[in-house]
Nanobody
Framework: VQLQASGGGLVQAGGSLKLSCEAS????????MGWFRQAPGKERESVAT????????YYVDSVKGRFTISRDNAKNTVYLQMNSLKFEDTAVYYC???????????????WGQGTQVTVSS
């Protein structure tokens, strides 16, 4: 199983980016998907997660109202639309997938390689 994240880059504060993560080797169906990030000197945190049906989502408070996670199971791809980006959103963003009845109890078994998002102030 491989997860290929893309879409990162350099953007000014207030701008937008859309991250994509395509899975190969197995289907996304029946698996929860998530985006995580890690900034220098900080622990990795969960940014947004989505259930395998797409019916349930979770966002960390700091991105609520600005980021939107979505998925297209037919394309084996999960997305993270990031609007109104702030300097503090700067980090390496990772996608992950895993199984679990609840998003909070998901075993994130597979991880992508990460894509750098840099927001200039």
């Amino acid at each position: 199983v491989q997860l290929q994240a893309s879409g990162g880059g350099l953007v000014q504060a207030g701008g937008s980016l859309k991250l994509s993560c395509e899975a190969s080797g197995r289907t996304l169906s029946l698996l929860n998907m998530g985006w995580f990030r890690q900034a220098p000197g900080k622990e990795r945190e969960s940014v947004a997660t989505i259930s395998w049906t797409g019916g349930n989502t979770y966002y960390v408070d700091s991105v609520k109202g600005r980021f939107t996670i979505s998925r297209d199971n037919a394309k084996n791809t999960v997305y993270l639309q990031m609007n109104s980006l702030k300097f503090e959103d700067t980090a390496v963003y990772y996608c992950a997938m895993g199984s679990g009845r609840y998003l909070s109890r998901t075993d994130w078994s597979y991880w992508g390689q990460g894509t750098q998002v840099t927001v200039s102030s």
